[in-house]
């Protein structure tokens, strides 16, 4: 396979999570997942219904796509899913570009696949799924991805979105697994990513609750618990 | 003078903004100000209504206090005012104290006068105020003090609070005439400072004016725009 199954392509907007939150960016969606988490904000990605939108683009299309849409007003790509980790070489070939543009590239991706164009990412995002998923976690392959990380002195984040006490054990789990890790996020799920209507006070409640949560408990000295500005801002607008 | 003006003392809570948002934190905040901004959102520390509640405190005071409020729940301390670069020895004797047990230490000050504790910050941001705060930056001393933070390779920030399009020129000016700071950051102002109730979705439409502002504008190609969250998950509620 030569070529990227893309989602979408949409931007320039702001990204509004994680370790470059606020930082304006070009989004690039690929399609397919190895999860379905139960409360996917992206499960179109996966789940078949709009299976019909994939394009199957070249790197330098896509790239050429983003300049169209972007001309001038960016310089920086995020690449998000699905898993854009399923992909190996064109999506190699797609970083590449974009650092020849002189473009700086993020990545999210939950752990459960490595692929060699890690090592080149700008800004990269492990964000390992908690129970309320219903996805199980690979720790296996996980801590493998953490170690090749660490060996290569990239400087990732761990990110867990968190919806109840079950998951906030994980994320205990998971940073006190990992402690070298040096940013660490919590994030609250959004789990009305199907509601067409305002969410914005719903979210700001669950991060009121996640504050809290954090406040009081020291496992959680060096973590960040931080919303997305963009579903606050826009709800679940798409392209947004 | 070898005490500090101490304001308030409180936390834990969370870093609702700038370089280090969503930290854990606990926040010293001085009194004094050698500005008073139109729209200042903490006017007590300068202002004279509250002049009674001001205490004189040596810098192991302030430390016990941190630790008796927020015993082992953080590792992180926020110095604000205020203008904390107004204190000199005593702050320099303070944040040594912070790193002999092992707190990080961010600051956050307008860049309008220089200490030479500015160097062990772990995150210090420079905060320039536009025309709507009513001040005039004094650029020779900002230019000075970017000098003597970038020679010695503090890795700071600038965060600039915007209102209106004069003070999106003034951001533009002030972030193209330091280009190799590393981050920048744009900022609603609060202007509803005063309010007691619910500013929540206030401060999102202004938080959604500034996301379209930098998204059509390749001047903030890679300025980070973020809000107050503590503001918007808390209003105006005092030490929050």
Chains 1, 2 share one sequence.
């Not at 790197?59 to 790509?77: Q, Y």
């Not at 990269?124 to 290569?152: A, Y």
């Not at 867990?160 to 070298?180: K, M, W």
Request: net charge negative; proline share 5%.
């Amino acid at each position: 396979m030569s070529k990227i199954p893309v989602m979408e392509l949409f931007g320039p907007t702001i990204q509004g999570e994680g370790m470059v939150i606020g930082r304006k960016t070009m989004f690039v969606r690929t399609a397919g997942c190895d999860y379905q988490c139960a409360w996917c904000d992206s499960a179109f990605t996966w789940n078949g219904l709009e299976s019909d939108k994939v394009h199957q683009m070249e790197p330098a299309e896509v790239l050429d796509e983003l300049v169209r849409l972007g001309e001038d007003k960016f310089n920086h790509v995020t690449i998000t899913g699905g898993n854009p980790a399923l992909i190996g070489k064109p999506m190699a070939d797609f970083v590449r570009l974009c650092h020849q543009r002189g473009y700086e590239v993020g990545l999210e991706t939950q752990g459960s696949r490595m692929q060699e164009w890690f090592y080149e990412i700008d800004q990269l995002t492990l964000s390992p799924k908690p129970p309320s998923s219903m996805m199980k976690t690979d720790f296996d392959t996980l801590d493998s991805i953490v170690n090749l990380l660490q060996e290569r002195g990239v400087d990732f984040s761990l990110k867990i979105a968190v919806q109840d006490d079950a998951d906030l054990n994980y994320a205990r789990e998971v940073f006190g697994r990992y402690p070298d890790v040096r940013e660490k996020f919590l994030q609250p799920v959004n789990n009305r990513a199907n509601d067409s209507g305002d969410i914005s006070a719903y979210l700001l409640n669950r991060l009121l609750w996640l504050f809290e949560v954090a406040i009081q408990d020291a496992d959680f000295n060096d973590v960040r618990v931080l919303p997305q500005l963009h579903a606050m801002v826009w709800s679940n607008e798409r392209e947004r």
